[in-house]
């Protein structure tokens, strides 16, 4: 036993973890400044949950490393029923916030299902498509979609959480590119989605809550009411904008702590770490996920098997994008849609399902040779 743990400790993939630590201290600092007290009396409390948070993460990805992740494709469907059954929960009992109802409370904890889901979907799709022989033809990915993308689909939109779903539906279709899709599949989803564009648009727009078409609205003419439904990307693009080359300097940002910025711990924290850090500081942001990706897609690439080259290609894509959707977000070149940025945003349940997800891109990594021999 122990000439195997220590051929794990070698394997083990210091880099990924590194980069994601590195990502965490700079997201728990940058909360720390966007919520820092302004009154004597004020005590911020954000950074601090943040911590206990991380080291939950981190103990949760020793404990993902630490078993072989072929376990992972044995129990896939059994996660996958019980995140289908959290998300049902959700709308019978969840609890409601800022226009949506994606929490549910057990005890003192709240957490959003949403987020663990997300994973274990990229768990499930992978172990499913290691099943499908050679490449995917048009029949057999529509009953995958049809089977096991679409219901989820139709919970989350319901409860609304829309930016989860369109992360779903993105990564089911990064996994079944990883997997290998016919030419002629592609080439028919490509002229399909162009066609349908007028009719899912227009079904869409009308499926949509009333704050959720302000933000298109806003996107689309975000001088058409700048105190209003588009305040919150003409105040990020203030804040990216004060930050010049160089930033104002840490702790010398003053749109997050005067608050003059919404949800900036949350989906606008890559607002205040602009304001501070300037372009400088967000081009080294820029690369530190960059490396983050390129690292996931080379683990996808030396995985010993396809359900761990499937895997690690599908939270690489995870991660790329809510990293692109959340910064877009910020700089008014996409709508607003309540996509964190991985590992620097607030929330205990997404801090700790990523950190679960960098876990198996360790465990894939590790095992790319045998440690029993």
Request: hydrophobic letters at 55%; charged letters at 15%; glycine letters at 8%.
């Amino acid at each position: 036993m122990l000439k195997i743990d220590r051929r794990l400790i070698r394997n083990f993939d210091w880099a990924t973890f590194s980069l994601v630590i590195l990502l965490s201290i700079i997201g728990i600092m940058t909360i720390y400044s966007a919520t820092r007290p302004l009154l004597p009396n004020e005590q911020p409390v954000f950074h601090i949950k943040q911590i206990y948070w991380l080291l939950i993460g981190m103990s949760a990805l020793f404990l993902v490393v630490s078993f072989d992740y072929i376990w992972l494709s044995r129990f896939a469907s059994p996660l996958y029923a019980a995140g289908i059954v959290l998300l049902l929960a959700v709308l019978i009992a969840g609890k409601t916030g800022m226009g949506a109802q994606r929490w549910l409370n057990i005890g003192p904890l709240s957490f959003q299902p949403s987020e663990f889901f997300r994973l274990i979907f990229i768990i499930f799709i992978s172990r499913y498509f290691t099943s499908v022989q050679d490449r995917m033809s048009l029949i057999s990915m529509l009953k995958s979609f049809l089977m096991f993308t679409f219901i989820p689909l139709v919970i989350l939109i319901k409860q609304p959480d829309l930016g989860t779903a369109i992360i779903l539906l993105i990564m089911f279709l990064s996994i079944s590119l990883a997997k290998g899709l016919q030419k002629k599949v592609i080439a028919l989803l490509i002229i399909l989605g162009i066609i349908s564009i007028p009719f899912i648009g227009n079904i869409f727009w009308e499926g949509l809550k009333d704050y959720q078409k302000n933000r298109l609205i806003a996107f689309m003419e975000p001088d058409a009411d700048p105190a209003g439904i588009g305040y919150h990307i003409n105040q990020s693009k203030v804040a990216i904008g004060a930050g010049g080359f160089l930033g104002k300097g840490y702790l010398h940002g003053t749109q997050g702590p005067f608050r003059f910025l919404p949800e900036k711990q949350t989906d606008f924290i890559f607002a205040v770490f602009a304001e501070e850090w300037g372009l400088f500081g967000s081009v080294f942001l820029l690369l530190v996920y960059l490396a983050l990706i390129l690292r996931g897609l080379d683990t996808a690439l030396k995985a010993k098997d396809e359900f761990g080259k499937l895997l690690a290609a599908g939270i690489t894509f995870m991660f790329s994008t809510y990293f692109f959707i959340n910064v877009g977000m910020t700089l008014g070149i996409m709508p607003v849609v309540g996509i964190p940025l991985p590992f620097m945003s607030y929330g205990g349940t997404a801090l700790l399902s990523n950190f679960i997800a960098a876990g198996i891109l360790i465990n894939i990594r590790s095992r790319r040779y045998e440690l029993f021999y």
